[in-house]
């Protein structure tokens, strides 16, 4: 398992206590290019997945308290990818597969042609391409790869 890149630990641990002072968490997950040793300080966002059965309101304070933490790095997405199933580092909780049922073949699949089909890769043509080459080695390896490896690829 990958460790958390040293810039982030900080900002993790903070991120992850004022977290739990708004809502009960049961796991806090870093993932992407962090997760798959990718991580590039200062261009690579930081993919946090925080589960909680927190109600809307709940749901509203975390996001309050994602914004008011400085994120170290380009940005924080506070998203949920099928990637997370393959890559992953707890920062709180069991890992990833003790949590969550493994993501069908068949839901990645459709998931990545909802992803091709986005109307807005007109305005990030070199986004559209990594996402393509993503999805081609995914669909040809079944592995996830970073940004930075489909970019060699594409």
């Known amino acids: 398992m990958a460790d958390v890149p040293a810039e982030l630990t900080d900002y ?21 290019s962090a997760a798959q040793e990718a991580y590039e300080h200062g261009r690579s966002a930081v993919d946090v997945i925080a589960v909680t059965r927190a109600s809307q309101t709940e749901k509203e ?7 008011a933490v400085p994120c170290p790095a380009r940005k924080l997405e ?13 920062a709180l909780g069991p890992p990833w597969e003790e949590m969550f049922a493994p993501v ?6 459709e998931a990545l042609d909802e992803a091709a089909a986005f ?3 007109e305005d990030d043509p ?5 996402a393509a080459a993503r999805a081609r080695i995914w ?4 592995k996830w790869v ?9």
Do not use: C, M, N, P
Not at 126 to 130: Q, S
């Open 12 to 32: 993790l641990d903070e991120l992850v206590q004022r977290l739990s002072e708004v809502v009960e968490l049961d796991a806090v997950y870093l993932f992407g």
């Open 61 to 67: 304070a975390i996001a309050a308290v994602a914004e």
């Open 104 to 109: 069908t073949r068949a839901a990645v699949e």
């Open 139 to 142: 669909r040809e390896t079944g």
């Open 119 to 121: 109307e807005g890769w």
């Open 146 to 154: 970073s940004k930075a490896e489909a970019r060699r690829s594409a």
């Open 78 to 90: 506070l998203v949920v990818y099928s990637i997370a199933q393959q890559h992953s580092i707890a």
């Open 126 to 130: 070199l986004g559209a391409d990594i």
